[in-house]
Nanobody, 124 residues
Framework: EVQLQASGGGSVQAGGSLTLSCAAS????????IGWFRQAPGKEREGVSC????????YYLTSVQGRFTISSDNTNNTVYLQMNNLKPDDTAVYYC?????????????????WGQGTLVTVSS
């Protein structure tokens, strides 16, 4: 059974940093694409970043490029999202997702396995 456990959310002031973790189990971690998505109140879920655990290629939402960094620890089956210079617009529930797809994707419909969300609140 695929399990994804997201953690690391919290409340910070604008300009602050947080690191989210997505601990995975129940599937061959090295073969999957893993993505981070977020959903703010009243808005659609959007892809923030993703990484191919096979080759390490990574992609970012334009608005977070240069501020967020995704990384994969294949030894511990964990994907991290380092978020720096956080802005109030980054406030959302953040989810990690995984699926057996080529490379990875920022499109939510391509993922069938989702973890529970972790709330990130950025105050101005």
């Amino acid at each position: 059974e695929v399990q994804l456990q997201a953690s690391g959310g919290g409340s910070v002031q604008a300009g602050g940093s947080l690191t989210l973790s997505c601990a995975a189990s129940g599937f061959p971690f090295d073969d999957y694409g893993i993505g981070w998505f977020r959903q703010a109140p009243g808005k659609e879920r959007e892809g923030v970043s993703c990484i191919s655990t096979t080759e390490g290629s990574a992609y970012y939402l334009t608005s977070v490029q240069g501020r967020f960094t995704i990384s994969s620890d294949n030894t511990n089956n964990t994907v991290y999202l380092q978020m720096n210079n956080l802005k109030p617009d980054d406030t959302a529930v953040y989810y990690c997702a995984a699926d057996l797809i080529w490379s990875c994707s920022l499109q939510a419909h391509k993922y069938h396995n989702w973890g529970q969300g972790t709330l990130v609140t950025v105050s101005s």
